[in-house]
């Protein structure tokens, strides 16, 4: 069974600039969630999607970030404008129900702004 | 605010030498407690879930157990594959159940 896919690995991007980050879950998986973890730090949930819906966005940052999940497949985060302050690694979760509360990561995408 | 803390932040082990990394954590209504590993350069590795007081999961020579406030990884024998970082998450009611609130991780490194 293929895991969580993560694309790109790395992306490396000037301030201002656009970036969009691609996941694709564990087919399956209603379940998808974004999370962050920045230099030294934890890492810390963005958001969740069931399906095609947002169940949860109360982790995003900013209006700089929009996360679709359309079809309820894979799911996009883009950061536009990008700040330094962005820079990170950014994991892609998912799960297969409510009453199964494993949660499968992807290998993440390293983010830096510079 | 829901919290979790891991000790220690770093703990270097001779081969064999069995040890333990805990998790505290304060939450609303717990859920569900998860361990995961994560080697460099990779995503967090799924290794456990507790959902109550007194109960005990292993794998090969981890061991993990729940208290109402903490949590513990019990290392037997460690090998040098074992060095990693362990990471700790909570699910709780007061953020809705789904998100997982991690803990910063215990860097562990097993040395021959």
């Known amino acids: 069974e293929a895991g969580v896919t993560q694309f790109p690995s790395h992306s490396v991007i000037e301030k201002g600039q656009t970036v969009t980050l691609r996941c694709d879950p564990i087919s399956g998986h209603d379940n998808l969630y974004w999370y962050r973890r920045v230099m030294g730090k934890e890492i810390k949930f963005l958001l969740h999607?069931?399906?095609?819906?947002?169940?949860?966005e109360s982790g995003m940052p900013n209006n700089r970030f929009l996360a679709e999940r359309t079809g309820g497949t894979y799911s996009t985060l883009k950061v536009q404008p990008a700040e330094l302050e962005d820079s990170g690694v950014y994991f892609c979760?998912?799960?297969?129900?409510?009453?199964?509360?494993?949660?499968?990561f992807g290998p993440g995408t390293r983010l830096t702004v510079l | 605010e829901d919290q979790v803390t891991q000790s220690p932040e770093a703990l270097r082990l001779q081969e064999g030498e069995s040890s333990s990394l805990n998790c505290s954590y304060t939450?609303?209504?717990?859920?569900?407690l998860f361990w995961y590993r994560q080697d460099p350069g990779k995503g967090p590795e799924f290794l456990f879930t507790?959902?109550?007081a007194g109960e005990e999961k292993e794998k090969e020579r981890l061991k993990a157990t729940l208290t109402k406030k903490e949590s513990f990884l019990h290392i037997t024998a460690p090998k040098p594959e074992d060095s990693a970082t362990y990471l700790c998450?909570?699910?709780?009611?007061?953020?809705?159940?789904?998100?997982?609130?991690f803990g910063t991780g215990t860097r562990l490194l097993v040395s021959p």
């Open positions: 979760a998912s799960s297969q129900d409510l009453g199964h509360n494993e949660q499968f």
């Open positions: 507790l959902y109550s």
């Open positions: 998450a909570v699910q709780a009611r007061s953020t809705g159940f789904q998100k997982l609130v």
């Open positions: 939450v609303s209504g717990l859920r569900g």
């Open positions: 999607f069931v399906k095609e819906s947002k169940q949860d």
